[in-house]
C-alpha cells in the first residue's frame, strides 16, 4: 500500500510539473530557435526580431541558431527529437508539411512530432507576367494561356519548392499547361523574366516587389485566399478570375511533441503580445510578410488540411525534389 501511495504521489508530481507549474517556471535557460533557413533572408530577419523581442517578455535569452538544407528537413529532424520542454523550438514552414510528399526518406511525421505554438505570418507571394503577355488580369491571362497551349514558361525558385506547386496548383485549377523551367533561387528567375525567357511566375513580392515597381514585370495578383495586408488594392486569384485557387506559404513555431501544454499556450501568449507591437507590424510588412498569430490548435488544424492539400499537387504533377 505505501509504495503505491508513492507511486500516486510521483505520478500527481509529474502531472503538476507538465501543466500549470512548467508554465510559471518555465523557461529555466535560454531558448533556442531553430530556423531552416541560411543568415540573411525575410525567415531570418523575421526570427531574429521575435527573438529579440521574446527575450524581453521571457526573461531569458532567445537564440536564433541556423540550420539549413535538405528542403528544411535538417532543422525540422532536428527538434522533432529535442527535449519537449520548450527550450527548443523550431521557425517552421510550409515545408514542413509538404516534404513527406515530396521526398523519399522524411525522419519526423509532421503532425505527430511537433507540438504547434503558433501560424506567426504568411509570405506574400504574387502571380507576375511578362509586358509581352496580353493579360492585365487573372481571367485573361486563363483566357491567353487556353489559346496559346504549352507557349508559356514559368519559372520557380526550384523543384518542389512553393512557387513550383504554387504554378501547378494553378495549372490544376485553371485547366492549362505552362512549362515548369526550375532555378537556383528568385534572383536568375525574375532575370530571365524581365528578357522575356520566362512568361509567367509566381514569387515572393519581397523579391518581385522592385521589379513590379519599375514596370518590368507586371502584377495580377496574390495567391493568399484574402487580400494581403502589404497589397490590399491588389486581387487575390480566386477573386480575380479563377475561384478555388488558394496558396499561402506560410512561417510558425513549432516545439517538439509532448511539450506540455502549459508551456506551448505560454510561448503562444508571449508570441501574440510580441506580434501586436507597431515596430514588429512595420518591419513584418517591409519583408513581405502578413501576421497571422493564429492559436495552436487552429495552426494544428491548419496544418493538416495543408498536408493534404499540397499532397494532391505533388501527386497530380508528378513533382518531385529528390
Known amino acids: 500500500m505505501f509504495n503505491?501511495?508513492?507511486?500516486?504521489?510521483?505520478?500527481?508530481?509529474?502531472?503538476?510539473?507538465?501543466?500549470?507549474?512548467?508554465?510559471?517556471?518555465?523557461?529555466?535557460?535560454?531558448?533556442?530557435?531553430?530556423?531552416?533557413?541560411?543568415?540573411?533572408?525575410?525567415?531570418?530577419?523575421?526570427?531574429?526580431?521575435?527573438?529579440?523581442?521574446?527575450?524581453?517578455r521571457l526573461g531569458?535569452?532567445?537564440?536564433?541558431?541556423?540550420?539549413?538544407?535538405?528542403?528544411?528537413?535538417?532543422?525540422?529532424?532536428?527538434?522533432?527529437?529535442?527535449?519537449?520542454?520548450?527550450?527548443?523550438?523550431l521557425l517552421a514552414a510550409s515545408s514542413l508539411g509538404i516534404a513527406p510528399s515530396l521526398y523519399s526518406k522524411v525522419n519526423y511525421d509532421p503532425v505527430?512530432?511537433?507540438?504547434?505554438?503558433?501560424?506567426?505570418?504568411?509570405?506574400v507571394h504574387v502571380l507576375v507576367v511578362h509586358p509581352s503577355i496580353p493579360a492585365r488580369n487573372v481571367g485573361e491571362l486563363v483566357s491567353w494561356l487556353k489559346a496559346n497551349p504549352n507557349k508559356a514558361n514559368y519559372g520557380s525558385v526550384g523543384?518542389?519548392?512553393?512557387?513550383?506547386?504554387?504554378?501547378?496548383?494553378f495549372n490544376s485549377v485553371a485547366g492549362v499547361k505552362m512549362q515548369h523551367i526550375p532555378y537556383k533561387g528568385s534572383a536568375p528567375a525574375l532575370t530571365d523574366m524581365i528578357g522575356g525567357q520566362l512568361q509567367v511566375m509566381f514569387d515572393a513580392y519581397a523579391s518581385s516587389g522592385p521589379f513590379i515597381k519599375d514596370g518590368k514585370v507586371r502584377l495580377l495578383a496574390v495567391t493568399t485566399a484574402q487580400r494581403s495586408q502589404s497589397?490590399?488594392?491588389?486581387?487575390?486569384?480566386?477573386?480575380?478570375g479563377l475561384p478555388g485557387y488558394e496558396a499561402m506559404p506560410w512561417l510558425g513555431v513549432v516545439a517538439p511533441a509532448k511539450t506540455p501544454a502549459?508551456?506551448?499556450?505560454?510561448?503562444?501568449?508571449?508570441?501574440?503580445?510580441?506580434?501586436?507591437?507597431?515596430?514588429?507590424k512595420d518591419?513584418?510588412?517591409?519583408?513581405?510578410?502578413?501576421?497571422?498569430?493564429n492559436k495552436p490548435e487552429e495552426f494544428?488544424?491548419?496544418?493538416?488540411?495543408?498536408?493534404?492539400?499540397?499532397?494532391?499537387?505533388?501527386?497530380?504533377?508528378?513533382?518531385?525534389?529528390?
Not at 501543466?19 to 531570418?44: E, H, M, N, R, W
Not at 505527430?112 to 509570405?123: I, L, N, R, T
Not at 502549459?262 to 514588429?280: G, I, R, T, Y
Not at 518591419?283 to 498569430?293: N, Q, V
Open 300 to 322: 494544428a488544424a491548419f496544418l493538416r488540411k495543408d498536408i493534404v492539400k499540397w499532397a494532391k499537387v505533388i501527386k497530380d504533377s508528378g513533382a518531385k525534389a529528390d
Open 112 to 123: 505527430k512530432d511537433f507540438a504547434p505554438v503558433s501560424q506567426v505570418a504568411s509570405v
Open 4 to 56: 503505491k501511495a508513492l507511486a500516486c504521489v510521483a505520478l500527481a508530481a509529474a502531472a503538476l510539473a507538465g501543466g500549470p507549474a512548467a508554465a510559471q517556471t518555465y523557461p529555466t535557460k535560454p531558448v533556442t530557435l531553430v530556423v531552416p533557413f541560411s543568415p540573411g533572408g525575410a525567415a531570418d530577419i523575421m526570427s531574429r526580431l521575435l527573438a529579440e523581442r521574446l527575450h524581453k
Open 231 to 240: 497589397l490590399p488594392d491588389t486581387p487575390t486569384v480566386a477573386e480575380s
Open 60 to 89: 531569458q535569452p532567445v537564440l536564433v541558431e541556423n540550420k539549413p538544407g535538405a528542403g528544411t528537413m535538417i532543422a525540422s529532424e532536428y527538434v522533432a527529437k529535442a527535449a519537449p520542454d520548450g527550450h527548443t523550438l
Open 262 to 280: 502549459a508551456v506551448v499556450n505560454k510561448l503562444h501568449d508571449e508570441l501574440q503580445e510580441v506580434l501586436k507591437e507597431p515596430e514588429v
Open 159 to 169: 523543384a518542389g519548392t512553393s512557387t513550383h506547386l504554387e504554378a501547378e496548383l
Open 283 to 293: 518591419k513584418f510588412r517591409s519583408l513581405g510578410l502578413d501576421i497571422i498569430g
